[in-house]
């Protein structure tokens, strides 16, 4: 069974603060990963992939792989009240997408 | 790019009609797949294609489910007869060779 967790929060942080959030999965021959933020009613929306070990860097977000430990992580620096909306992790298994329950974060103003 | 388009968007039936969703992928994606979201399980993959194929299948909840991928730039997902407890949001999602995968709008189902 591939599974992906995450801790469905909320994850409450002030505005202009550093939002972290987790996810695990359970399949050491995962490759790719993903992070969809979704707002509410809304369509799951891309706005990192990562592939190798280490960090990448886009805008405010960056997002952390580490596949020794198995885990996957998405930094938010300066968050903003326009952040607050569910991130759900996502790890390809061969072809098949599997979505972790989302963790949904709540920026304050 | 129009991204992936979806109709119709909102849904509302009787138990028992059937029910038929429509996909229309980004133009060169060669991978399509639906999922179903509801407040208890999440997202849920129930089928995907891959260059039209359908190659698994094993998310689809019972043989009221089925679901077609007949040319590059469509599918649809039907549900004959509908249950009350199919009334869930219906995404279909594309991507290129297992890459990024793009979302749709989605079709918000009410089965009453």
């Known amino acids: 069974q591939k599974e992906v967790e995450q801790n469905s929060g909320p994850l409450s942080v002030p505005e202009g603060a550093i939002a972290s959030l987790n996810c695990t999965y359970s399949d050491r021959v995962s490759q790719s990963f993903f992070w969809y933020r979704q707002y509410s009613g809304k369509s799951p929306e891309l706005i990192m992939s990562?592939?190798?070990?280490g960090d990448k860097e886009d805008g405010r977000f960056t997002a952390q792989l580490n596949k020794a430990s198995q885990y996957v992580s998405l930094l938010i620096r300066d968050s903003q009240p326009s952040d607050s909306a569910t991130y759900l992790c996502a790890v390809l298994y061969g072809q098949n997408f599997v979505f972790g329950p989302g963790t949904r974060l709540s920026v304050l103003p | 790019d129009a991204g992936v388009i979806q109709s119709p968007r909102h849904e509302v039936t009787e138990m028992g009609q059937e029910v038929t969703l429509r996909c229309k992928p980004i133009?060169?994606?060669?991978?399509l797949f639906w999922y179903r979201q509801t407040m208890m399980r999440g997202l849920e993959l129930l089928i995907y294609?891959?260059?039209?194929?359908?190659?698994?299948d094993s998310g689809m909840p019972e043989d009221r489910f089925s679901a077609k991928m007949p040319n590059a730039s469509f599918s649809t997902l039907k549900i004959q007869p509908s249950e009350p407890r199919d009334s869930a949001v219906y995404f279909c999602?594309?991507?290129?060779?297992?890459?990024?995968?793009?979302f749709g709008p989605g079709t918000r189902l009410t089965v009453t």
């Open positions: 133009s060169g994606h060669n991978s």
């Open positions: 294609f891959n260059n039209n194929v359908p190659i698994d």
């Open positions: 990562i592939y190798s070990n």
């Open positions: 999602a594309s991507t290129l060779s297992s890459h990024e995968q793009y």
